[in-house]
């Protein structure tokens, strides 16, 4: 072979292939290169399509098993055994296993936020609600305060009618018809 490569046609399709022993093997359709392994490993260019798996190496949060062009240290890797990881700058930003999403570091919510079954949310830090724009809108015990003067909540009984219940100082007042159980 010479430095410029042989190329080999493939009769009455166009297609060919170009084996060059110091640049890579290219696989050629209508002259764009599709396919080109090289010594640094293997370029398609176009949409790949696979009927059985593909597999790589577990990978870590620093060097992520699926990652991209310009950003070698973000992706997705295998965190642990039956573990998804998806980094963000080399830092592990959210694990998914059978059972459990977890998400390290803060979570900002862009639209509305909810739960389509009844599974529980633990919070291990700070929560931060905005200021409720609706009546099912979540409300923080200061926005409450403020609005409310945080001392009265409104309710109804099974009857319908409207009862209050205020806290004073120490104190808890119900006003209206009410039956208290205390335990």
Not at 3 to 13: A, R
Not at 33 to 52: D, E, F, H, M, Q
Not at 142 to 153: E, N
Request: hydrophobic letters at 35%; a negative charge; aromatic letters at 6%.
């Amino acid at each position: 072979s010479s430095d410029s490569g042989i190329d080999i046609l493939v009769t009455g399709s166009g297609k060919k292939i170009n084996i060059d022993g110091k640049a890579g093997v290219d696989l050629i359709f209508d002259t764009t290169p599709r396919v080109s392994v090289l010594n640094t490993g293997a370029k398609v260019t176009g949409v790949t399509t696979s009927t059985g798996q593909f597999q790589g190496p577990n990978g870590t949060n620093i060097q992520p098993t699926y990652t991209f062009t310009g950003d070698t240290n973000t992706g997705i890797f295998l965190s642990a055994a039956d573990t998804v990881g998806l980094s963000g700058g080399g830092v592990l930003g959210l694990t998914v296993d059978a059972t459990d999403t977890s998400i390290e570091g803060n979570l900002t919510v862009l639209g509305a936020f909810s739960s389509l079954s009844a599974a529980q949310a633990t919070f291990g830090g700070k929560v931060t609600v905005s200021t409720p724009t609706a009546g099912t809108d979540a409300a923080t015990k200061a926005y409450v305060d403020s609005v409310a003067g945080g001392k009265t909540l409104s309710y109804k009984d099974t009857s319908a009618t409207v009862n209050t219940m205020n806290l004073t100082d120490d104190d808890i007042q119900f006003t209206g018809g009410s039956n208290i159980t205390s335990t």
